[in-house]
């Protein structure tokens, strides 16, 4: 008798359980949400003559060490209002006996193209000069003129205000991540407000554990940012996760995980100073000779 053919386990690592999970999304992508669409559009990187349109304070510099992002309303954000205006004036003309004439009410596409050219929201990724060898870029200047006081649970962040600067947010890193080169954990800081420092911890930021002197709050961790991406990818159903931002999530998820894990941990403690001695010495010390 031949002796039963055993089975060989594979065993699976990280990166190739990270590979698996990056295939796998497309397919899990495509289920969206029946009620999901696109609040807003974005540009990025943004004309500059249109930033202080928003804010006259706001001027951009003409350099390639900064870029800028513009978020504009989407011409179906609001279908409630819309569809319930659209709905009403055809009740009127069909429970109407008189015939239809030229003073009557006419009927406007649902969908309509925005004749306003000013953003509801904008912010900057700029590079700080600190040190040659090691480039840091920061993410500042993150504005919306929506109000944060009017609560939507089926927006990204629980009000459109929030929404607008999560898509002002994924830009700039989509923007970053295509065009730079200069690693990602540590490499890209934040100086964000109580609005938008939930927004980068649902992104894999996390808050800063010493306060520099460009006030920076959060840091990029990679590691952190592919489980939270692929969590948002993942989010099957929800109404806050439009095509868009599905699309701008997945493509973020997809171009974090070429980034190698062991590389930005290596790059991260080259960049920490040897002597650290000085940082625990108390600067009281002398004070006790007298």
């Given at each position: 008798?031949?002796?039963p053919?055993?089975?060989?386990?594979?065993?699976?690592g990280?990166?190739?359980?990270?590979?698996?999970?990056?295939?796998?999304?497309?397919v899990?992508?495509s289920?969206s949400?029946?009620?999901?669409?696109?609040?807003?559009?974005?540009?990025c990187?943004?004309?500059p003559?249109?930033?202080?349109?928003?804010?006259?304070?706001?001027?951009?510099?003409?350099?390639?060490?900064?870029?800028?992002?513009?978020?504009?309303?989407?011409?179906?954000?609001?279908?409630?209002?819309?569809?319930?205006?659209?709905?009403?004036?055809?009740?009127?003309?069909?429970?109407?006996?008189?015939?239809?004439?030229?003073?009557?009410?006419?009927?406007?596409?649902?969908?309509?193209?925005?004749?306003?050219?000013t953003?509801?929201?904008?912010?900057?990724?700029?590079?700080?000069d600190?040190?040659?060898?090691?480039?840091?870029?920061?993410?500042?200047?993150?504005?919306?003129?929506?109000?944060?006081?009017?609560?939507?649970?089926?927006?990204?962040g629980?009000?459109?205000?929030?929404?607008?600067i999560?898509v002002?947010?994924?830009e700039?890193?989509?923007?970053?991540?295509?065009?730079?080169?200069?690693?990602?954990?540590?490499?890209?800081?934040?100086?964000?407000?109580l609005?938008?420092?939930?927004?980068?911890?649902?992104?894999?930021?996390?808050?800063?554990?010493?306060?520099?002197?460009e006030?920076?709050?959060?840091?990029?961790?990679l590691?952190?940012?592919?489980?939270?991406y692929?969590?948002?990818?993942?989010?099957?159903?929800?109404?806050?996760?439009g095509?868009?931002?599905?699309g701008?999530?997945?493509e973020i998820l997809?171009?974090?995980?070429?980034?190698?894990?062991?590389?930005?941990?290596?790059?991260?403690?080259?960049?920490?100073?040897?002597d650290?001695?000085?940082?625990?010495?108390?600067?009281?010390?002398?004070?006790?000779i007298y």
């Amino acid at each position: 008798m031949m002796a039963p053919k055993m089975k060989r386990r594979i065993g699976i690592g990280p990166v190739a359980m990270r590979v698996y999970l990056l295939l796998s999304v497309p397919v899990i992508a495509s289920f969206s949400s029946p009620m999901a669409f696109n609040r807003f559009s974005a540009k990025c990187p943004a004309d500059p003559s249109c930033i202080p349109l928003f804010s006259p304070s706001l001027v951009p510099e003409m350099s390639s060490d900064e870029t800028w992002v513009a978020v504009y309303r989407s011409n179906n954000n609001q279908p409630s209002v819309i569809l319930r205006d659209e709905f009403l004036t055809s009740m009127n003309i069909a429970t109407s006996n008189a015939l239809a004439s030229e003073t009557s009410p006419q009927i406007s596409p649902l969908i309509e193209t925005s004749s306003s050219e000013t953003p509801v929201a904008v912010a900057r990724l700029r590079r700080l000069d600190e040190s040659e060898q090691a480039p840091c870029w920061i993410l500042d200047s993150m504005r919306c003129s929506l109000k944060k006081e009017e609560q939507d649970p089926d927006c990204d962040g629980g009000s459109e205000h929030s929404e607008a600067i999560a898509v002002c947010i994924d830009e700039l890193l989509l923007h970053y991540l295509k065009r730079r080169n200069d690693g990602f954990s540590g490499a890209v800081k934040c100086k964000a407000t109580l609005v938008a420092a939930p927004l980068l911890e649902d992104r894999g930021f996390e808050p800063v554990g010493e306060l520099c002197s460009e006030m920076t709050t959060h840091v990029a961790n990679l590691e952190n940012s592919l489980v939270k991406y692929a969590e948002r990818v993942a989010d099957v159903g929800s109404a806050s996760m439009g095509p868009r931002a599905r699309g701008r999530a997945l493509e973020i998820l997809g171009l974090l995980g070429q980034l190698d894990v062991k590389e930005e941990r290596r790059r991260i403690e080259d960049e920490i100073p040897d002597d650290q001695d000085s940082a625990d010495d108390d600067p009281w010390a002398s004070a006790n000779i007298y």
